[in-house]
């Protein structure tokens, strides 16, 4: 963070009573999902809004971010945010301290979370409760020193921007393809993504020592939504000849990475804008519930 | 001398070292007629831990030292020290642990020994003490399955054993808890945090783990999380504090402590007073408490409050509301009141009547060189339990249940408010709770943003705390 960035947080201080408080009513989703956030970055923006929460992770240095859509009821309840900037906040989080705070909540019976200040230093706390053996109830609270941000700091970072993808496709249960890619690893900095519109989709290494390929058939290609796409037929995706693979070169071990959201995922979209970008959508929610939450991954691809 | 410790006890012998371990690199061993005394003491003199065994911890215990290796003959004492690492690496934890679990232990009847055995790995140690012209080593044996001995020669330094005076009658703040419902909470603190704060508040005991690093304003967010555990007072054997005046401590002895007592499997008792004196964590196991083990720590105040709150104090004692949870009160001291000694070094003193143990009794001032931590002037008997408040003598508490429920401590506080001064902050307003503690409860922990207009420095976490006290105190 810039100083310039710093002293604009500072200002943020005096703007007025600012109020963010939440009971967790889904701990072991919130928690799997701060997990994977630690993965991408070390820092997390957290915004609260009033009727969602976005977790983004821009790690310097590196080709992936992630943008998380998260609405309120998925994993809280009774959630109140107030500020004078039409009620939303913004935070700089530290991601492993949030992940390790949640993940010492499971268990507990009760888990509050909220935004205060100690000191001159703003502090998201989470309070748990525990009862104790003689019905007594114990008290843990973690208090995780954070940064609020301004607006006019926010408004800088923006989400990224991609072409129209050439093909998109239903990814196969991410557990199974993180133990491939977990192999790839260990062999190759690069592996190479590639998908058809015809629901294929293959992982490969390519190195002086070896050439592996793993393909997988009778995926799913997802439909346009013709209400979002303004003429289906001309997309890129549907004026190409379905068997002819898409092809991107990702870092493997940050592809890795990305995969351990596994733990949480529901269905996941790939989307493969060639010479660009791949965009993963992770859904952790089902279809049917009435509330959804979903992480967009973008990772840059090269060209070597 | 001659010791052996069978399988039943090597795990514990085990643990104590590994706690040991965690003070310093070196152990002190303090061998008499009828006991072993194991201690260490850390560089910075601010923590100490000795380990009583007693006879009844061996399976078999001989004493015949060499006259040329005593100190003092009043009480026939052989002093040596020797290197931690090379004991932990014979007394590997993993060659006890499926072997002899206490719970096992106590289970297993005189017909099943056999049985049992046939589980061991390691079934005996036994220590000698070789002192011949050429080599002088302390000899440990661990006689193994299949008939495998293992001989191990460590070499020693004969050299006086350290001591700690501790007041135990003059602790006005103690608890005792089982320690697996402490270790599971302790759990929570993260593995970065060097301090911990203690402090009594509502009914509650209050841990919060505590770093104090110097962040420059760009890296404020990578300051450690700071954890708060708050334990009601209903989780305790007994307890006993005032409220209102936090102590600092070193996280790393406190941790040891309370592992080691989970891995006996008993209860620790805290004996503390105010900052600057320090604090004692006992941990006693076996029927005629065969281990006792000591730790002592140094306190300090902690930095944000220490000004304020001394000052309101007065006494030091603490004007604080004090709330107990169990009949006894602090009436029961029979603590012979000794002197206090300020000495430096390791300088015998004549035994006093009350100890039959202790014959050298060096005070090493537990001083460091920031002049918050002053030099530990306190007395102790570490090893005589009758003189001492916190055991559990039978005679006293014969139908005093453990666990109390809130209808009995509500009685039993109003009629106790005589005696004392009884500004309990618990009279009017009841801090029990059943279930989920409701929002006024959360709100004592933290500091809710709602309250101040600005997110200015006027209201402060520590402002708020005392708050709270003055409203409970005032009546």
């Known amino acids: 963070m810039s100083c310039a960035g710093f002293l604009q947080s500072l200002a943020c201080f005096f703007s007025g009573p600012m109020r963010f408080k939440t009971r967790i009513s889904n701990l072991p989703t919130l928690s799997r999902l701060a997990q994977s956030l630690d993965r991408i970055g070390k820092f997390c923006w957290i915004r609260l809004m009033p009727e969602t929460v976005n977790f983004v992770v821009i790690p310097e240095f590196k080709t992936t971010q992630v943008w998380a859509v998260v609405e309120i009821e998925t ?182 990475n990305i995969l351990l959201v596994s733990n949480v995922s529901r269905k996941v979209i790939a989307c493969l804008c060639e010479g660009h970008a791949l965009v993963l959508y992770v859904y952790i929610t089902d279809p049917e519930d009435e509330h959804t939450a979903v992480l967009t991954y973008y990772m840059s691809t090269f060209l070597d | 001398m001659e010791a052996s410790i069978s399988y039943l006890n090597l795990r514990d012998f085990s643990k104590v070292l590994l706690a040991l371990s965690k003070i310093d ?97 390691v079934e005996q140690a036994s220590f000698k003490l070789v002192t011949g012209r050429h080599n002088c080593n302390l000899t440990v ?85 700071q954890t708060s555990v708050s334990i009601d007072g209903k989780e305790f054997e007994h307890v006993a504090l005032t409220q209102g005046v936090p102590i600092a401590m070193s996280l790393r002895e406190f941790r040891a402590a309370v592992s080691l007592a989970d891995a006996l499997g008993v209860d620790i008792n805290a004996y503390y007073s105010t900052p600057n004196n320090p604090a004692l964590f006992e941990i006693v196991k076996g029927p005629q408490q065969d281990v006792v083990v000591q730790i002592i720590e140094a306190t300090i105040a902690p930095p944000d409050v220490n000004s304020k709150a001394t000052a309101a104090a007065g006494a030091p004692t603490g004007t604080g509301a004090r709330w107990y949870r169990s009949a006894r009160t ?40 920031d002049t918050s931590i002053t030099s530990a002037d306190i007395d102790a008997m570490p090893v005589e339990p009758e003189a001492s408040v916190s055991w559990r003598s039978q005679s006293d508490n014969a139908a005093e249940p453990l666990f109390q429920s809130i209808l009995f401590t509500n009685s039993e506080q109003q009629g106790s408010n005589d005696e004392n001064r009884g500004s309990q902050g618990g009279g009017s307003i009841s801090y029990y709770v059943d279930e989920m503690p409701n929002e006024e409860e959360l709100e004592a922990f933290a500091d809710d943003i709602d309250q101040d207009e600005e997110f200015g420095p006027t209201q402060r976490q520590d402002l708020q705390i005392h708050g709270i006290f003055s409203q409970s105190t005032q009546r």
């Open chain 2, 141 to 225: 044996k661990l006689s193994c399955k299949h008939g495998i001995v293992k001989t191990f020669r460590i070499s020693y330094e004969q050299i006086e054993s350290p001591h700690a005076m501790f007041d135990k009658a003059n602790c006005h703040n103690t608890w005792t808890i089982n320690s697996k419902v402490l270790r599971d909470l302790i759990e929570h603190f993260g593995q970065r945090t060097e301090e911990l704060y203690l402090e009594a508040a509502n009914d509650r005991l209050l841990l919060t783990s505590f770093t104090e690093e110097v962040v420059h304003n760009n890296d404020v967010l990578k300051q450690p999380t």
């Open chain 2, 330 to 369: 602090d009436g029961v001291l029979q603590q012979a009141a000794t002197s206090r000694l300020t000495s430096m070094l390791s300088v015998p003193s004549p035994a006093r009547p009350e100890l039959n143990a202790i014959t050298a009794a060096a005070a090493e001032p537990l001083a460091a060189a």
């Open chain 2, 25 to 121: 690199d070196a152990v002190h061993w303090q061998m008499k007629r009828n006991q072993i005394t194991l201690a260490a003491l850390n560089s910075s003199k601010s923590g100490f831990a000795t380990a009583c065994l007693r006879q009844g911890f061996f399976e078999k215990y001989v004493f015949r030292p060499d006259p040329l290796q005593l100190t003092g003959f009043a009480n026939e004492t052989i002093e040596i020290k020797t290197q931690l690492r090379p004991l932990l690496a014979i007394f590997k934890n993993k060659l006890f642990e499926s072997s002899s679990h206490p719970a096992n232990a106590v289970a297993a009847s005189v017909d099943d020994d056999t049985a049992m055995k046939r589980n061991v790995t």
């Open chain 1, 75 to 256: 994993v809280f309840e009774d959630y109140i945010v107030q500020s004078n900037a039409e009620n939303v906040i913004n935070l700089e989080v530290p991601t492993a301290n949030l992940y390790k705070a949640l993940r010492s909540a499971t268990n507990a019976a009760h888990a509050t979370l909220r935004l205060t200040k100690q000191n001159n230093q703003a502090i998201l706390s989470l309070s748990t409760t525990w009862s104790g053996r003689a019905f007594g109830s114990n008290i843990v609270t973690h208090n995780i020193a954070v940064k609020v941000l301004s607006h006019n700091y926010v408004s800088l970072v923006k989400e990224p921007t991609v072409p129209e993808p050439n093909c998109h496709i239903f990814l196969p249960p991410l557990n199974v393809m993180k133990a491939v890619v977990d192999r790839y690893r260990s062999m190759s900095d690069r592996i190479i993504f590639s998908a058809n519109m015809a629901g294929e989709l293959e992982l490969a290494i390519c190195t002086p020592a070896a050439k592996i390929k793993t393909r997988w058939s009778n995926l799913q290609n997802p439909e346009l939504d013709p209400s979002q796409v303004q003429d289906v037929s001309q997309h890129p995706s549907q004026m190409r000849e379905p068997h002819e693979f898409v092809e991107m070169r990702l870092d493997s071990r940050e592809f890795s």
